[in-house]
């Protein structure tokens, strides 16, 4: 693999059973599961415009145009590096795919003047505050927490056309301050929880959001991740839903 600017190293490593191929730094931050479960999770159709911020080396953007064929899809990343990533992968995995780097809070005109069918983030999960650096300057851009949940949550309101929908995926226990920025710009929430195993709390969550929705709130019962009690033994545990989802690409549809 070609290095990263600095020389860093990268992989290359295949998602949705080998059906994606993501080229991403070997140190740093590394896309995981949580993307693949954020673009299981939308509910998209072809046609329809999709802008996904702090979209990293495009992971989530790119499953989800796989699985949808004929999206307009559009990324915002912050970090140089991973933008240039991300439009590589989109090359990779031929899908046209148009690759800002920018500051979300600080979009460039163009993209202020844009609406969405669809905006989707996997925001850093980690408060600063209460919770310690990462040492590698990328992976803490990553998941600690710079711009604050609001914002991310404000920008998205203002780039969807009415009635299009915010997916985010976020820890469990941000969950309340993530409800109370998106009950301020967007309405018909609905939050499905992600438990690891059976009878555990949920680590994930999933919440999607609709600019002018007007249905009640809805609390989904939880999707767990992995069969039997705990892990045994060698290979994943993953339950049937979930690993269609990371092996074949399938949807994570919200019940209803």
Not at 96 to 108: G, I, K, R, S, T
Not at 123 to 150: C, H, K, N, Q, V
Not at 194 to 200: A, D, E, K, S, W
Request: charged letters at 20%.
């Amino acid at each position: 693999m070609q290095p990263m600017t600095g020389g860093a190293a990268l992989t290359q490593n295949a998602y949705l059973g080998g059906r994606l191929t993501i080229r991403q730094p070997a140190r740093g931050y590394r896309a995981g599961v949580d993307p693949v479960l954020l673009a299981a999770a939308v509910a998209a159709r072809p046609g329809q415009s999709v802008l996904e911020l702090g979209c990293g080396v495009g992971t989530a953007i790119l499953c989800l145009g796989h699985r949808v064929p004929g999206l307009d899809l559009v990324a915002v990343e912050l970090q140089s590096d991973y933008a240039a990533l991300a439009e590589c992968n989109a090359d990779l995995n031929r899908q046209p795919m148009q690759v800002h780097c920018a500051d979300l809070a600080a979009l460039p005109a163009d993209l202020r003047q844009r609406r969405f069918d669809h905006v989707i983030a996997n925001p850093p999960y980690f408060d600063r505050s209460t919770s310690t650096a990462a040492t590698d300057a990328g992976r803490e851009i990553a998941m600690g927490e710079a711009t604050p949940l609001a914002t991310w949550v404000s920008v998205a309101s203002r780039r969807l056309a009415p009635g299009g929908h915010a997916t985010f995926i976020h820890r469990a226990e941000r969950l309340p301050e993530l409800l109370a920025c998106m009950a301020a710009h967007l309405g018909a929430i609905e939050v499905l929880p992600l438990q690891p195993r059976q009878g555990r709390a949920a680590k994930l969550v999933l919440l999607r959001a609709r600019k002018g929705g007007r249905a009640a709130f809805r609390l989904h019962a939880p999707v767990t991740m992995h069969v039997g009690a705990r892990h045994e033994g060698d290979g994943d545990s993953y339950g049937d839903r979930i690993s269609a989802v990371l092996r074949h690409g399938a949807a994570l549809e919200f019940p209803g």
